[in-house]
């Protein structure tokens, strides 16, 4: 299975997970490392992390669902802002339009972020899944898959067209910032 394919799997395979997910994002999240969070039922995220998907500046577009997840959670001009012309966003401008649960200050952020998992985890376990079920219904999940299969052909031609690749090799021949 080639990596394209890959990730295609992982995202129909986090649409169907029945438990709660929960990301921690502690620094800087970067394309799909961003996209993937429209699977997890919270978000917590410190006040230094901030949010990427430079998709069309190596000539991609969205991936993961987040073509369909995105303008329906921040609305649709924050989406098109994000997905479409490379805006970076801070966590508290994504705990404002609803894409992050909490902000924790760094210095703060391991302990107050464990100690809401720990909290969470005494809370009835049938409950919290059967409360995803009813959030993710089987129909909505439907409508993610088909997403996803979507997204995933585009991405497929765009990968091998001239403008991707000359993204791709404008962007490994930068000289390093470090």
């Not at 909290?119 to 409950?127: C, H, P, T, V």
């Not at 919290?128 to 999940?141: M, S």
Request: aromatic residues 10%; positive net charge.
């Amino acid at each position: 299975m080639d990596r394209r394919n890959a990730f295609r799997k992982l995202v129909d395979i986090l649409i169907e997970i029945k438990k709660p997910l929960i990301a921690l994002v502690n620094g800087p999240a970067v394309g799909m490392g961003v996209t993937m969070l429209v699977h997890f039922d919270l978000v917590f995220a410190s006040d230094t992390a901030t949010f990427s998907t430079p998709f069309t500046n190596l000539g991609l577009c969205a991936e993961g669902t987040s073509s369909y997840m995105f303008p329906r959670i921040m609305g649709y001009s924050k989406a098109a802002e994000m997905l479409m012309f490379n805006r970076k966003f801070s966590a508290q401008e994504l705990l404002d339009c609803g894409f992050v649960s909490r902000v924790f200050p760094h210095s703060l952020f391991e302990a107050q972020s464990k100690a809401l998992i720990k909290e969470y985890a005494q809370l009835g376990s049938r409950a919290l899944v059967e409360g995803k079920a009813l959030i993710r219904y089987k129909e909505f999940r439907e409508t993610l898959h088909r997403v996803n299969e979507r997204e995933s052909r585009v991405l497929d031609d765009l990968y091998t067209s001239p403008e991707a690749m000359e993204a791709v090799m404008k962007f490994f021949s930068r000289k390093s910032k470090l």
